[in-house]
């Protein structure tokens, strides 16, 4: 008889080159941690077969925030910089988003993770909401990734509203990018007082993506603890069901 054990959850890295380092910001691992499951950092690696062992050893996916995602890949030009992007990961996540739908297994996808999965089913992003979306809130911040930077209205109906159950929601977000053109797999779930998406899901699949950072608010903000214990919950009844039941986060 095969003994219980908890949901194993991969989380992307972010990638520093120039220092040769490649980490996962210890929230995450806290917060799945302290929500019974267990964190595995994935390397940094194109190499498919790799991945794939991944994708057989993990019963969830986290989707981190880190660089940009390249514009090219939606049809825009490079900015002159390049460690603005990390072209490695980016086929990296685009193997792993295909191969978790395939599976079924649950996504949390969070800030560029969120983006990520937007370009990669067909949308488009603003590379720069400063320059080029009409905004008077601090999407960006200059002053770090804690503390509420503004509110987001969650749609009534949606996984996130079923997850948290309020319709307004202060969220911490820590971003330069967003959902411009939203890709047709996609429902909205949360939308900044400007407008901005905020949040998305696949209906009928095991994918919920936010623009803010509920890792970072999970010590001291309930909502954000729901969300985490809502995904981990997702791996766990999937891993119930034999791996083939996918319930939305």
Known sequence: MQTSRKPRIGIMPINFEKMGFVVVR?????????????????????????????????????????????????????????????????VMEGHIVDAFMKTKKPIFAI?????????????TLYTDINKEYKT??????????????????????TPLYDIISRTEYGVNSFH??????????????????????????????????????????????AESRKLFNAFIDACQNNMKKGGTHHECI
């Not at 996916?61 to 490695?88: R, T």
């Not at 008077?136 to 109906?157: S, Y």
């Not at 919920?208 to 001291?220: A, K, Y």
């Open 26 to 90: 210890e929230h995450f691992l806290r917060a799945v941690i302290d929500c019974g499951a267990v964190p595995i950092m994935l390397p940094r690696t194109g190499n498919k077969d790799t991945l794939d062992e991944f994708v057989e050893l993990c019963d969830g996916m986290i989707l981190s925030g880190g660089h940009d995602v390249n514009p090219e890949l939606y049809g825009e030009e490079k900015a002159d910089n390049p460690e603005f992007y990390d072209d490695v990961r980016d």
């Open 111 to 123: 800030c560029r993770g969120m983006q990520f999965m937007n370009v990669h089913f067909g949308g």
């Open 136 to 157: 008077n809130i601090d999407h960006p911040r200059d002053h770090g990734f804690h503390g509420i930077a503004h509110n987001v209205t969650v749609l009534q109906g």
């Open 176 to 221: 330069h990018q967003a959902i411009k053109e939203m890709a047709s797999v996609f429902r909205v779930c949360a939308v900044s007082e400007d407008g901005l998406i905020e949040g998305v899901y696949i209906p009928g699949e095991p994918v919920l993506g936010v623009q803010w950072h509920p890792e970072l608010m999970i010590d001291d903000d």
